[in-house]
């Protein structure tokens, strides 16, 4: 489930003057990955959640990314899943690696909520001389403009025990799905939460993104399944839970729809923030390109081909001549062939679509094929299989 607020100028220009404000203490941060996930099937039959590309960076590297520009030197990931596969230690390390940081990975025998985790964490946390120094928390299905600086020294000035990251919902059908702050609107301390209300209560949620004081370990039972949202409460009660109020975009990832209606607004974002990662019109105006536009530098693209609005094409995927493509994601090494349109999809690794074929609100795993001029509408294919006739309503080729 989504819920988007678009960034401005003026909002993107204080982002830009809050992301120099220094942090003068060592930071360290907890990332809240639980399960691999089966919400994003079948895209993640083949890879973990937090390993799949979002605008061609995975979705852990994206808040690991927001981690250290906030600050943050060490991280913790706390994951709770029987098997863990060798890709997702192998990544880890990579992004140790590349991006200077120290990464630490805490596997949950049993399931511990999205706040029993954090107990594994104490010890990292409180390991350094400075008892008070606050750490960040993050969901790992949720994407955002991760104003955490801005976070921080909201924490530091009214020192609370925790400070929550919160959107504004209108829908009384989402609201009811997520915890809600009813906030004073003067000073933003939190006055009251309540998790998944019946009635309405606030259309102010929580948006999965905190600093907490190290205090808050006492609060937390070792070894017990605990929600976040049963803490908040507690905190708030007790007058130790302040707010900040997110401007700009704000997803959780529950499926793939909400993965797709997520690319336009992080494409927007990167347009103000990072013009140069978008993709313009080449030189010799081969190609076509409609709004926001990403492709990776290693995909090769066809004569003629209209590209865009809100389309990501991946590493060495390959477009023939006269290739549409519009609000769709490409994963890697994906092949369309002429002529072919692409619609409202997600295509998983190294799919291939048939010249003349339409492809229209569908999801593919990994090596999926689609033979030549059909038409495949509303389809969740899963990896490996090959399309030899139309799929004109909407099902799940098994």
């Keep these: 489930m989504f819920i988007i607020r678009h960034p401005t100028q003026a909002h993107v220009g204080r982002r830009r003057l809050a992301a120099v404000l220094p942090v003068s203490f060592s930071m360290k941060a907890v990332l809240l990955v639980g399960g691999f996930s089966t919400q994003m099937r079948p895209i993640t039959m083949s890879l973990p959640l937090p390993l799949i590309e979002f605008c061609n960076v995975s979705l852990l590297e994206h808040q690991l990314r927001a981690l250290k520009d906030a600050g943050v030197s060490e991280v913790l990931i706390c994951v709770h899943e029987r098997v863990v596969p060798t890709t997702f230690d192998e990544y880890v390390k990579r992004c140790e690696v590349e991006l200077g940081l120290k990464i630490g990975c805490a596997k949950e025998e049993t399931a511990l909520g999205t706040a029993?985790?954090?107990?594994?964490?104490?010890?990292?946390?409180?390991?350094?001389?400075?008892?008070?120094?606050?750490?960040?928390?993050?969901?790992?299905?949720?994407?955002?403009?991760?104003?955490l600086r801005d976070l921080l020294h909201l924490h530091k000035k009214h020192a609370r025990e925790g400070t929550v990251l919160t959107t504004r919902c209108a829908d009384p059908s989402i609201t009811s799905r997520y915890g809600v702050c009813v906030i004073d609107e003067r000073t933003g301390r939190v006055r009251h939460f309540v998790d998944?209300?019946?009635?309405?209560?606030?259309?102010?949620i929580n948006a999965g993104v905190y600093v907490f004081s190290?205090?808050?370990?006492?609060?937390?039972?070792?070894?017990?399944?605990?929600?976040?949202?049963?803490?908040?409460?507690?905190?708030a009660n007790a007058d130790q839970l302040h707010s900040m109020l997110l401007h700009g975009y704000w997803v959780k990832i529950t499926d793939c729809t909400s993965f797709l209606d997520a690319v336009g607004p992080h494409l927007e974002l990167t347009r103000f923030m990072s013009p140069s990662k978008l993709t313009k019109v080449p030189a010799d105006e081969s190609y076509e390109i409609r709004g926001d536009v990403m492709v990776h530098e290693?995909?090769?693209?066809?004569?003629?081909?209209?590209?865009?609005?809100?389309?990501?094409?991946?590493?060495?995927?390959?477009?023939?001549?006269?290739?549409?493509?519009?609000?769709?994601?490409?994963?890697?090494?994906?092949?369309?062939?002429?002529?072919?349109?692409?619609?409202?999809?997600?295509?998983?690794?190294?799919?291939?679509?048939?010249?003349?074929?339409?492809?229209?609100?569908?999801?593919?795993?990994?090596?999926?094929?689609?033979?030549?001029?059909?038409?495949?509408?509303?389809?969740?294919?899963l990896p490996h299989k090959e399309l030899e006739h139309s799929v004109r309503t909407a099902q799940i080729i098994i």
Aim: proline letters at 7%; charged letters at 20%; glycine letters at 10%.
């Design 116 to 147: 029993g985790p954090l107990k594994a964490a104490e010890a990292m946390i409180t390991s350094e001389s400075d008892p008070d120094t606050p750490f960040i928390v993050v969901n790992s299905d949720v994407l955002c403009t991760y104003p």
């Design 196 to 204: 998944k209300p019946q009635t309405y209560v606030s259309d102010v």
């Design 214 to 235: 190290p205090s808050i370990f006492r609060r937390l039972p070792a070894g017990r399944k605990i929600s976040m949202n049963e803490i908040l409460p507690v905190l």
């Design 298 to 381: 290693s995909a090769k693209i066809g004569a003629g081909c209209v590209l865009g609005p809100r389309v990501v094409i991946g590493p060495d995927c390959v477009l023939g001549e006269g290739v549409r493509l519009e609000a769709s994601t490409l994963l890697a090494g994906v092949q369309i062939r002429s002529h072919a349109l692409v619609k409202n999809s997600l295509l998983g690794w190294r799919c291939t679509v048939g010249q003349w074929s339409h492809v229209i609100g569908s999801v593919f795993g990994e090596e999926v094929r689609v033979s030549e001029a059909l038409l495949v509408r509303g389809a969740t294919v």
